[in-house]
């Protein structure tokens, strides 16, 4: 048996995947235990899942965060530590050709925001961060530092949708309206882009034609609730390893056989 991980999670809304994993944490099922758990929306929720269990919550308010960004940046400087050409050419969340202004604007609000994350999460040891229903991408800035060892990524994600298709912020509402038959779910390492990360696990279910939205998210999150569980125990069982069979191509995830 192998010792518990300990997990960090954020989250924005409801928490269905967070109640998951704490229960599966609760039984058993998973080798793992709550540090704690971060939302960029005071109002999440989810919070209350969290308090329910006796985890460790914070909050890091991103609206009031981005909107004073905005309106008067010289209240919030870059942290010290950023290399703003550094971050803008490792990225993949703005086009490198978009003004630059915008381009500029973006992401010093968004490390602004983490490092604000940053300084939270700092208070309490963890061995991967789970993002469960966080609607924010993560820039370099934030990944590098939870991420020291590039090839060994701390940080995952579940996507409500079959990645590569469908990234962004509705995956199951994009998937019915293109006219998919078949839906489904994706858990990854999160990387510089918006849900390109290695795949770790998928999981897909037909698409009938009473189906509704409605329907067809309920379906979904029962089905990832099962899914992100799964996933994390393998990492907390070591068996994920990620591979770059190309040389220089991109990175993917070999589920190694379980041991003994
Ligand atoms: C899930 O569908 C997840 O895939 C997506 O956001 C939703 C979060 O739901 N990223 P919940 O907050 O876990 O209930």
Not at 59 to 77: C, E, G, H, M
Not at 96 to 121: H, I, K, Y
Request: charged fraction near 25%; proline fraction near 11%; include cysteine.
């Amino acid at each position: 048996m192998n010792t518990p991980i300990r997990l960090g999670a954020l989250i924005s809304g409801g928490g269905t995947n967070l109640q998951a994993i704490i229960d599966a944490c609760e039984s058993g099922a998973l080798s793992a235990e709550m540090a704690f758990v971060g939302t960029d929306n005071p109002k999440a929720a989810g919070l209350a899942r969290a308090e329910r269990a006796g985890i460790p919550t914070f909050a890091v308010n991103y609206p009031d965060i981005l909107s004073r960004r905005k309106k008067d940046p010289p209240t919030l400087p870059p942290p010290p530590d950023l290399d703003l050409p550094d971050l803008i050419v490792r990225q993949r969340l703005i086009p490198q050709d978009a003004p630059p202004a915008r381009r500029d604007a973006f992401l010093l609000g968004r490390v602004a925001a983490e490092s604000a994350l940053l300084r939270e999460m700092e208070r309490f040891s963890f061995d991967l961060l789970v993002l469960a229903g966080f609607m924010r991408v993560v820039t370099p800035y934030f990944l590098d530092r939870i991420n020291p060892e590039p090839d060994r990524p701390r940080v995952m994600n579940i996507h409500p949708a079959l990645l590569p298709a469908f990234p962004g912020t509705d995956g199951y509402g994009d998937t019915l309206r293109y006219g998919c038959k078949v839906a489904g779910c994706t858990v990854h390492f999160v990387d510089y882009g918006e849900d390109t990360g290695p795949i770790i696990g998928q999981r897909a279910f037909p698409i009938l034609p009473e189906d509704t939205l409605d329907s067809v998210r309920k379906k979904g999150l029962a089905i990832e609730w099962r899914l992100y569980p799964e996933c994390i125990q393998l990492f907390a069982e070591k068996r994920l390893r990620v591979e770059r069979p190309d040389k220089g191509g991109r990175p993917v995830v070999r589920i190694l056989p379980a041991s003994g």
